[in-house]
């Protein structure tokens, strides 16, 4: 009798965020992520609908990285009855802690959705003592059929592909795929040998600048910001992108390629989260391993300053411009830059830079596209500073990057399974994936089920 894995696609289909796959297979029922979708805010209200599965039936959960869109349900699958195991990379672990309590700090001010009830400290704790952090490669028997082990991703600090092999058949889900090489990462590893594919598609229909043209833009886009005696604000996403720059920053700076003045780290998660990374030197590519022996930290150079607490955020209105402010989130959803996005956005004097994916109806994507009034913290914000994007420092691999990723397992692979894009960016991969390399790709709809043979 054949064998047969069934994949269900419970989200990340016709958007970004949202990760969810339901793997079932040899009676076991296997979770590939469990993200909040995100749009105007952290989370949008259709991650409170039910899950399209009973929780207490999960056995396994592979959190693929810490981002939020990738664990952020995670206290709503235990307020739901799952009590199985959480498996991860080791980092992975580690990085959920601080990202679990920063989300938790915020959603559980929603009692309107009952959302105090999910997002508890509790729960956090309770997801922590369910989970087990792997190293990369490492095999994990499943069923005597089932064996899975961790890829790098090279996406952020621990992320991973899930590699399935079942009855002698390869299943991959790549969660995010990062954009190698990295300043501090190491490359996504190259994969042969898979027969079936599960891939994200955030940049699937365009193409980065280069490493060489997005460090010249950053400098010209400080230097422009020096000469105008303006501040410049920079959203990030408080995992990955933050430190990403900071060593960008930290390399200008000390090489005297842009003028000394205060730059702020106005992001208590992003400053947490370097420790993090302090810990997991090994998970760095030597570039970064060699700067952290020869500087005694690796995010920390002249006019850096960290500022932790909310007065000093407050005080950085004071400070004389010019000066550079980085703070969180990435799409302007929330955190700090929300209030210096208020504050500096209507000087002419002054810029935003962008760096990092927008996700549609996200206030940086409305700013993106040239809107010039967005509602900030309840406030109409006209906007006449400089808007600066800089697609480069995604941590994403760009359409061309994806495409070659595919390439290395053409051979072998069966069905590519795009998800994780709008559905623009996911239709123009698949058609891009069918043209080039004559391979069997298709873009899922929420809820799809598709039986494999194995």
Known sequence: MEKTAKITFCGGTGSVTGANFLLEVDGKKILIDCGLTQGMNLADNINWDPFPYESKEIDILFITHAHVDHLGRVPKLLHEGFRGKIYSTKPTKSLALPMLLDTTGILCKNTDLGLDKIYTEENVKLALSLWEGFDYHQKLTITPDLEVSFLNAGHILGSAMIKFVYNGKSILFTGDLGNSPSMILPDTEKITGIDYLIMESVYGDRNHESKDDRRKFLEATIEDNYKRKGTLVIPVF???????????????????????????????????????????????????????????????FPGLHNTLKSEESKMINDVPNPKIVIAG????????????????????????LLTGYQVVGSPGRLIQEGLKTVRITGEDVIIRAHIVTILGYSGHKDSDGLLSFVEDTQETVKKVFVVMGEPKSAMFLVQKLRDNLGIDASAPELGQSIVLPC
């Not at 700076?253 to 730059?263: A, C, D, L, T, Y």
């Not at 990435?330 to 002054?350: A, F, K, Q």
């Open 238 to 300: 408080s995992l990955e992108r933050s430190q990403e720059l900071l060593f960008e920053l930290n390399n200008l700076v000390e090489n005297k390629r842009v003028p000394v003045m205060p730059i702020f780290l106005d992001s208590p998660l992003a400053i947490r989260l370097t420790e993090v990374f302090k810990q997991y030197k090994s998970y760095l590519n030597e570039n970064a391993q060699h700067a952290m022996k020869s500087d005694k930290y690796l995010f920390d």
């Open 329 to 352: 989130s990435g799409m302007s959803t929330g955190g700090r830059i929300v209030h210096h996005e208020r504050h500096y956005l209507p000087d002419p004097n002054n810029t935003l």
